[in-house]
């Protein structure tokens, strides 16, 4: 199978990269970072999805499956061109899939999808709409570029779309979002809360990518490791020392004295929880972590 990875020069991508050419794959991936020492027989394009260079690629490479994970968040990409790279990219890639024939295409998104709330249910499920992202502005060009990846399912039929809800990530690639927020030695946390953070080891988050991209999914599906873990446990067990601070007062010293910079809106993630039900993934690809919540976080403690 000819495989195309936009993004591919991103940590998890690299991993996805690695296990889909040991399956005897052919890959071939477009970023705008370089890739100076990919796999044997790997070939990474350095251009912008956007662009006409990328549409060449579709062209002369005709994949037979897309795996685009060439978007970014607030964390990594504070540019205001940020939406642009999310919606728009995520436009050309799947008008580039329709053009070009390719039979299968997988969105790795987020599950912060779904937002944080005091009045949102604790376990998500795939039909539930993004709640609370009108209190994250940060958040709407990934949810709009989920969204466009959904409306594929009827507006390509021909093409067998996935979109993959992914936890937070983490683990010894040290990337991601909850990777950024722990950077630190410090960690700020809102005074009178403990939210549940869910998260996967990074390697397992490659080995369902892989596992979505052979079992052909097709529809909305959330992906997690491991149960969710309190914020307090992650800070500690990932050897940070938590920074309790009054709600009021967290917002001018983020980006100061050694904490996260976080804009406004990612505040409700550090007062409430995110957590998803990937039973109907589990059901659909009899996906098993093989790392449990200790080894995940200690895998990122030892990195660092």
């Not at 979505?212 to 309190?230: H, K, Q, T, W, Y």
């Not at 406004?264 to 919540?293: C, M, N, W």
Request: glycine letters at 8%; aromatic letters at 10%; a positive charge.
């Amino acid at each position: 199978m000819k495989v195309l990875i936009t993004g591919i020069s991103g940590a998890l991508a690299r991993e996805v990269t690695r296990r889909v050419v040991e399956r005897g794959h052919e890959v071939v991936g477009i970023d705008v970072r370089p890739w100076y020492h990919p796999p044997e027989g790997v070939r990474v394009i350095q251009t912008d999805i956007r662009k006409r260079p990328a549409e060449e690629v579709f062209r002369s490479f005709r994949p037979d499956a897309l795996v685009h994970m060439a978007t970014v968040t607030h964390l990594t990409h504070r540019s205001r061109d940020r939406y642009r790279i999310n919606l728009g990219g995520t436009q050309a890639v799947f008008e580039h899939c329709a053009h070009y024939g390719v039979k299968q295409a997988l969105f790795v998104g987020r599950h912060t999808y779904y937002g944080a709330g005091p009045d949102s249910p604790l376990y998500h499920t795939e039909s539930e709409p993004p709640m609370a992202v009108h209190t994250f502005a940060e958040l709407s060009d990934l949810v709009a570029a989920d969204l466009y990846a959904g409306s594929a399912l009827w507006r390509y039929p021909r093409i067998d779309t996935a979109v993959l809800r992914l936890c937070y990530t983490l683990g010894p690639f040290r990337q991601g979002t909850l990777a950024a927020f722990l950077k630190g030695p410090r960690v700020p946390t809102v005074l009178g809360f403990d939210p549940l953070f869910h998260f996967i080891h990074e390697l397992d988050a490659a080995a369902a990518i892989v596992l979505s991209l052979e079992a052909r999914l097709r529809g909305v599906f959330n992906v997690s490791g491991p149960p969710p873990v309190p914020l307090s446990v992650i800070i500690r067990e990932t050897g940070r020392s938590p920074v309790p601070l009054p709600e009021a007062l967290i917002r001018p010293l983020l980006g100061r004295f050694g904490l996260p910079r976080l804009p406004p809106g990612a505040l409700e993630h550090v007062k409430y929880p995110v957590v998803i039900d990937s039973s109907a993934f589990r059901k659909a690809t009899g996906f098993a972590p093989q790392f449990d919540e200790d080894a995940t976080m200690a895998a990122f403690r030892e990195a660092g």
